[in-house]
């Protein structure tokens, strides 16, 4: 496993809609690896293949089973060719970051609850429901794949003060 470098705002990859993945080699199996050790390593919950430059569509997100309990084991998904299905009407208003656009933090109104269709690692069909902020790490990086940031959608973009608590990077 090998530490990627993660692209930031204006890298071009970041604006494109990512492509579709077909092929399950041993390429993509690395790509995946690669990419949990890169997102564990900034520390972050989610990462996108654009955010280290390659424009295919794939995830990995990782976030404790329960959010509630702070010793909670972490749950790792990897998903390729994500599609949100089904999306609740609620709505909720939440600060995010991100890995490639260091420095900023924003509100962005995002669905409680989603649900995510995709393929695993080797290729077998995957149906994820998330609500919460596990919801919110969901679209925030299908979203990346759609060439879309978090800016964007920001009713208010800021550098966080000092003295700003740390957010879980997604």
Same mark, same amino acid.
């Given at each position: ?14 604006? =494109? ?18 990419? %949990?050790?890169?997102? =564990? ?11 280290? !430059? %390659?424009?295919? =569509? ?15 084991? =972490? ?8 599609? %949100? ?10 600060? &995010? ?5 260091? !420095?900023?933090?924003?509100?962005? &109104? ?61």
């Amino acid at each position: 496993m090998t530490l990627r470098k993660i692209v930031t705002l204006p890298d071009p990859v970041l604006r =494109r809609k990512a492509r579709n993945i077909i092929l399950f080699d041993a390429d993509l199996q690395t790509l995946i690896d690669d990419m %949990i050790e890169t997102l =564990r390593d900034a520390p972050g919950v989610g990462l996108a293949a654009p955010q280290l !430059g %390659i424009s295919d =569509r794939l995830i990995v997100v990782e976030y404790p089973e329960d959010d509630e309990l702070e010793d909670s084991p =972490r749950k790792l998904f990897v998903v390729v060719n994500p599609e %949100i299905k089904e999306i609740s009407e609620e709505t909720e208003l939440g600060i &995010e970051g991100c890995l490639s656009i260091p !420095g900023l933090h924003g509100e962005v &109104e995002r669905a409680l609850a989603v649900t995510v269709k995709g393929l695993t690692r080797r290729g077998q069909p995957v149906k994820i429901k998330a609500s919460n902020w596990l919801a919110r790490i969901f679209q925030h990086e299908i979203d990346h794949l759609n060439g879309v940031v978090f800016t964007d959608l920001a009713i208010k973009v800021w550098k966080p003060a000092l003295d700003e608590p740390a957010l879980d990077n997604v």
